[in-house]
């Protein structure tokens, strides 16, 4: 962390643009943590927050309500298949605890104890709480709490980037499912299987093969095991869907959303269950089977309408349809940037690609230096106006969703004069 003794002071926003305390500005690669979704400052974002504010600033959901979460609620339920109740939760990582613990004990609610263990995926990420680490357990992250997290069950994930070249990726693919597969009939321990729903985020933009997510729902119902989905980072139109379990076509019991949830103005989440998962837990208060979890903020009125305001305008101004045109940016660029000694591979899906980094494309290694590959693209993606966050050796570029084709063709021209730059510095 030495390495970061100076950063630069954003004192403004507006639209895809960060302004620093020096006159200079970046435009903002990755949605200010691929959270925000209209770009900065937008006038009916920040209207519904002042006039929320006005009538009702924060009444916590415990043994009350207030329109803004009812609202919001059956909004929610509206937008999403199967659901049936909504937990209201202040981020990603706190929304996918709750998920687990309402996995676990709704097995106990129904007398089934025997199911206590956890399904993942490898490589998968759900945040940096103790559960959420545990279920998502990313080695270069979280190694050194290993001792303190419990224990899950891993399966490999089928990726196109640096697998064996002894068989084909559609034989990988069915190797990975295979594993689930007779795992999840032999072991009836198993409680719930927990996935990003579309694609890997953190894990390096990992998408998922056409019918992956679906074979594993499958798999799952066959064998009594809950599916719980994580739609924090890829719901709500990061990989062109409204809803991605939806477009997947595979109903979970559980899901979680977050980030683009507000628009990225206010910390806010929300688990959704299926009606059979939300009636376990409605008996008698002796009987013991409500769900002990709560914060102060759950339900805040000022983000309940303000995530309300902004659902409302994906459909006022089309923005899922506008994600899948801009996204043929991408689309018409991946050679381009593919071309690249630098680069190995590239992965994307609607609004979001990563780029791997190699140091030449004879050794097909990944790109190392003494000094942090995050802290070398930070620092030239801004000679180039550009704010970037990489994971290790991969650039992602996952900007605010309603970016336009010509703010979307400046990031990728920053990222190609970027990649040119660390290259030759790095030769």
Known sequence: MSEWNRFPEIVSAKGMWLYDSKGGKMLDGVASMWCNVWGHSKPELVSEIIKQTKTLQHCPLFNLTHPAAEKLSKKLL??????????????????MEISIKIALQYWRNIGENKKTNIATLENGYHGDTFGAMSIGYVPEFFSKFRSKLFSTIQFPVPRTFGISKKMSFEEYEEQCLSKIETKLEKDDSIAAFVMESGAQMAGGVI???????????????KNNVLFVLDEIATG?????????????????DVVSFGKMLTGGYQTFAATLTRKKISDSFLDEFSKMKHLFHGHTYTGNPTAAALSLKNLELYEKYGLIEKIQKTSEVFENRIEELSCLDMVGDIRHKGMVMGIELIRDKKSNKPLTSKLSINKLVFEEGRKNNIYFRTLGNIIMLVPPLAISKK?????????????????????
Not at 207 to 219: G, V
Not at 236 to 252: C, H, N, T, V, W
């Open 207 to 221: 998408i998922y093969p056409k019918d992956f997510q679906k074979k594993i729902s499958k798999i799952c119902k």
């Open 236 to 252: 709500f139109g990061r990989l062109g869907s409204m809803i991605e379990y939806d477009a997947q076509k595979s109903i979970p």
């Open 407 to 427: 703010d979307l063709n400046f990031l990728i021209d920053g990222t190609i004069s970027t990649i040119k730059s660390l290259s030759r510095k790095l030769r």
């Open 78 to 95: 509206k937008l999403n298949p199967k659901m049936s109740s909504v937990f209201f939760s202040d981020n990603g990582s706190t929304a």
